[in-house]
T-cell receptor
Framework: EAQVTQNPRYLITVTGKKLTVTCSQN?????MSWYRQDPGLGLRQIYY???????DKGDVPEGYKVSRKEKRNFPLILESPSPNQTSLYFC?????????????????FGAGTRLSVL | AQKITQTQPGMFVQEKEAVTLDCTYD???????LFWYKQPSSGEMIFLIY??????QNATEGRYSLNFQKARKSANLVISASQLGDSAMYFC????????????????FGTGTLLAVQP
């Protein structure tokens, strides 16, 4: 089954304790992205990756790191979490834009990770 | 700057009736894509429907259709014959292009509309 898998689904941690949220996709997608969702703000992009070893900042990258060593995996790292990073996080993947005529490049989302930083 | 606006924070609809969720967008890029996603209370984001800026016809996917009015920059989602399972948050999103014209695949999201289907 084609899917984007995030782990963990729920996480409660304390300020300053490093954590990693994993994301894996089995669709051979080049493009992967992390978003955070906060009430009244919709989803905002944190980081994205166009391919292996190619990553770039989104709109709200402060306090986050990512890596793309393999095509299928795109972990999100919080080196020193703070309470303002309490949020619902989504990983998403799609084909890279421009592949195929009128390619839709639909982004498929993981189930989400609900993070609370105390 | 590119922007998506959803002006309806919440809506009610009777089961089996049709409902329209509004979405307006702002972009100067002639090539863009518009998406609708559904987020049920369980939290996952489910892709519903896509409309490309150059598509001549309005997109349809089962009970979902997109009323695309390019001149008005609106992309409203129409759900026909509402079901109880349609109760969820609905997000409109637009795929952005980078300032140099290259691909980013980045999605700009609206703030969402919470739909409640009443029996």
């Amino acid at each position: 089954e084609a899917q984007v898998t995030q782990n963990p689904r729920y996480l409660i941690t304390v300020t300053g304790k490093k954590l990693t949220v994993t994301c894996s996709q089995n669709m051979n997608h080049e493009y992967m992205s992390w978003y955070r969702q906060d009430p009244g703000l919709g989803l905002r992009q944190i980081y994205y990756s166009m391919n292996v070893e190619v990553t770039d900042k989104g709109d709200v990258p402060e306090g986050y790191k990512v890596s793309r060593k393999e095509k299928r995996n795109f972990p999100l790292i919080l080196e020193s979490p703070s309470p303002n990073q309490t949020s619902l996080y989504f990983c998403a993947s799609s084909l890279r834009q421009g592949q195929g005529a009128k390619a839709k490049n639909i982004q498929y989302f993981g189930a989400g990770t609900r993070l609370s930083v105390l | 700057a590119q922007k998506i606006t959803q002006t309806q924070p919440g809506m009610f609809v009777q089961e089996k009736e049709a409902v329209t969720l509004d979405c307006t967008y702002d972009t100067s890029d002639p090539s863009y894509g518009l998406f609708w996603y559904k987020q049920p209370s369980s939290g996952e984001m489910i892709f519903l429907i896509y409309q490309g800026s150059y598509d001549q016809q309005n997109a349809t996917e089962g009970r979902y259709s997109l009323n695309f009015q390019k001149a008005r920059k609106s992309a409203n989602l129409v759900i026909s014959a509402s079901q109880l399972g349609d109760s969820a948050m609905y997000f409109c999103a637009m795929r952005e292009r980078s300032v140099d014209g290259g691909a980013t695949n980045k999605l700009i999201f609206g703030t969402g509309t919470l739909l409640a289907v009443q029996p």
